[in-house]
């Protein structure tokens, strides 16, 4: 009979430490791992095997096909991650937060996967969100901070929860970032094209994206998401040429990349991890009025009491002289959050901004992201393949991928 272990996390979870401590099997609680074979399932696991090929030219769970993991889809890469896992025999699984960054189709593929091999593997499930539960049996435990409770069953363990429900009534600060831009239209794609090495990832596509606009961009790993969105930020030279309009310049006629980034506020998980050196996340969530690490020059009265505003709402006033670094990956991703928030930008892109919260803190930043909305002074481009069931986009685009390419549809 299998030994199934599922491990809920929060905010206040050190998960990285915990993970860490499996790794080098010195963690009491888990001190029947010392002889066993234990391979881990994590987009840090797939993050190492990427820097070996980089650096080490050594492809490891890449070896039967010429593309790189790095090119891959997250569908692609944990499809490859998993493959290699399996063919290793190991008698354990760690699997951190499995389905983040997969769209719905293969979270599916995946979950009756995980089901098939824990008839003959021990899974151990560290997992944010309820809804990502196997239905396995399994020993239930609540990480917090660096300690474990043990539940009696999965019922127990969501009778403990608190009932999330969308807040109504939340106070934005005022925004005093005012930018002189008149035209209502911010962005528009005409007829834009994009290949690469003779692959085309986007077809022909139209879109317009207006002041006070709230869209959910939807679409399966692989169908273009991320290119799309780096042609925005001003990040990706491949709309030289094309009807490709940033806040009412062509592509190429002289915007700098800076003039851009004052407008847009931007969130993407693999942000955190670019971010090192000692800041605090006060500090962390000022830098994003002048999309600067740390604090080169001092920050105005009116600037530090918005960030506090904002750190306040996302319910981490008491941790705002926290070391960045020394903070939890949860507490990391809301601080990151609130940077590309802070400024009320004329258009906030958030890119799977709920991967790795908790239930709580994704429920209270859905119910953020919604009163911003109806605010209408932010444009906003919502991207998630998980379905939050309290989000309320007016618009959805969806990218569909053919042979040709990812044309672009919109569905509301």
Same mark, same amino acid.
């Not at 399932?41 to 593309?67: G, L, P, R, V, Y």
């Not at 979270?107 to 990502?132: A, F, G, H, M």
């Not at 949860?330 to 890119?351: E, F, S, Y």
């Not at 069931?389 to 509301?412: D, F, V, W, Y």
């Given at each position: 009979?299998?030994?199934?272990?599922?491990?809920?996390?929060?905010?206040?979870?050190?998960?990285?430490?915990?993970?860490?401590?499996?790794?080098?099997?010195?963690?009491?609680?888990?001190?029947?791992?010392?002889?066993?074979?234990?391979?881990?399932?994590?987009?840090?696991?797939?993050?190492?095997?990427?820097?070996? *090929?980089?650096?080490?030219?050594?492809?490891?769970?890449?070896?039967?096909?010429?593309?790189?993991?790095?090119?891959?889809? %997250?569908?692609?890469?944990?499809?490859?991650?998993?493959?290699?896992?399996?063919?290793?025999?190991? #008698?354990?699984?760690?699997?951190?937060?499995?389905?983040?960054?997969?769209?719905?189709?293969?979270? =599916?593929?995946?979950?009756?996967?995980?089901?098939?091999?824990?008839?003959?593997?021990?899974?151990?499930?560290?997992?944010? $969100?309820?809804?990502?539960?196997?239905?396995?049996?399994?020993?239930?435990?609540?990480?917090?901070?660096? $300690?474990?409770?043990?539940?009696?069953?999965?019922?127990?363990?969501?009778?403990? &929860?608190?009932?999330?429900?969308?807040?109504?009534?939340?106070?934005?600060?005022?925004?005093?970032?005012?930018?002189?831009?008149?035209?209502?239209?911010?962005? $528009?794609?005409?007829?834009?094209?994009?290949?690469?090495?003779?692959?085309?990832?986007?077809?022909?596509?139209?879109?317009?994206?207006?002041?006070?606009?709230?869209?959910?961009?939807?679409?399966?790993?692989?169908?273009?998401?991320?290119?799309?969105?780096?042609?925005?930020?001003?990040?990706?030279?491949?709309?030289?040429?094309? *009807?490709?309009?940033?806040?009412?310049?062509?592509?190429?006629?002289?915007?700098?990349?800076?003039?851009?980034?004052?407008?847009?506020?931007?969130?993407?998980?693999?942000?955190?991890?670019?971010?090192?050196?000692?800041?605090?996340?006060?500090?962390?969530?000022?830098?994003?009025?002048?999309?600067?690490?740390?604090?080169?020059?001092?920050? =105005?009265?009116?600037?530090?009491?918005?960030?506090?505003?904002?750190?306040?709402?996302?319910?981490?006033?008491?941790?705002?002289?926290?070391?960045?670094?020394?903070?939890?990956?949860?507490?990391? $991703?809301?601080?990151?959050?609130?940077?590309?928030?802070?400024?009320?930008?004329?258009?906030?892109?958030?890119?799977?901004?709920?991967?790795?919260?908790?239930?709580?803190?994704?429920?209270?930043?859905?119910?953020?992201?919604?009163?911003?909305?109806?605010?209408?002074?932010?444009?906003?481009?919502?991207?998630?393949? &998980?379905? #939050?069931?309290?989000? *309320?986009? &007016?618009?959805?685009? #969806?990218?569909?991928?053919?042979?040709?390419? %990812?044309?672009?549809?919109?569905?509301?």
């Amino acid at each position: 009979m299998q030994h199934h272990i599922t491990i809920f996390t929060s905010n206040q979870s050190n998960t990285k430490l915990f993970i860490d401590s499996l790794s080098k099997k010195n963690n009491a609680d888990f001190n029947f791992l010392s002889n066993k074979k234990v391979l881990f399932f994590s987009i840090a696991e797939i993050h190492k095997f990427i820097k070996e *090929e980089e650096i080490h030219d050594i492809k490891t769970i890449t070896k039967h096909t010429k593309q790189s993991l790095k090119s891959m889809s %997250s569908g692609e890469q944990k499809k490859a991650l998993l493959n290699y896992i399996l063919t290793q025999k190991p #008698e354990y699984i760690v699997l951190d937060n499995p389905y983040d960054n997969l769209d719905i189709a293969y979270q =599916t593929i995946l979950k009756k996967l995980l089901i098939d091999i824990s008839k003959n593997v021990n899974l151990i499930l560290i997992i944010s $969100r309820q809804e990502d539960v196997l239905p396995v049996k399994s020993n239930i435990y609540k990480l917090h901070k660096n $300690r474990l409770t043990a539940y009696s069953s999965l019922q127990a363990y969501k009778a403990s &929860r608190q009932k999330n429900t969308p807040l109504k009534t939340l106070t934005i600060p005022k925004n005093n970032n005012v930018v002189n831009y008149k035209d209502n239209e911010l962005i $528009r794609f005409k007829n834009v094209s994009v290949a690469y090495n003779n692959k085309q990832i986007l077809n022909n596509i139209s879109w317009s994206i207006c002041k006070g606009d709230f869209w959910q961009l939807i679409g399966k790993n692989g169908s273009g998401k991320t290119t799309l969105l780096s042609m925005i930020t001003g990040e990706n030279s491949k709309g030289y040429g094309q *009807e490709l309009y940033l806040f009412g310049n062509k592509k190429g006629t002289g915007e700098s990349i800076w003039d851009i980034k004052k407008k847009i506020g931007y969130f993407t998980p693999s942000l955190v991890d670019s971010f090192k050196g000692n800041h605090s996340l006060l500090h962390m969530v000022i830098g994003g009025f002048t999309d600067a690490i740390g604090l080169y020059t001092k920050p =105005t009265e009116t600037q530090k009491s918005e960030a506090e505003k904002w750190l306040k709402i996302a319910q981490l006033s008491t941790l705002k002289n926290k070391l960045f670094n020394e903070a939890t990956v949860g507490q990391q $991703r809301l601080a990151m959050l609130l940077r590309a928030i802070v400024k009320q930008p004329l258009l906030l892109i958030l890119d799977e901004p709920t991967a790795g919260l908790d239930d709580e803190s994704a429920t209270l930043f859905i119910s953020l992201v919604n009163q911003i909305a109806s605010n209408k002074q932010t444009a906003i481009v919502f991207v998630s393949h &998980r379905k #939050e069931p309290n989000l *309320e986009p &007016r618009s959805i685009l #969806e990218l569909q991928i053919t042979p040709n390419g %990812s044309n672009a549809k919109r569905l509301k």
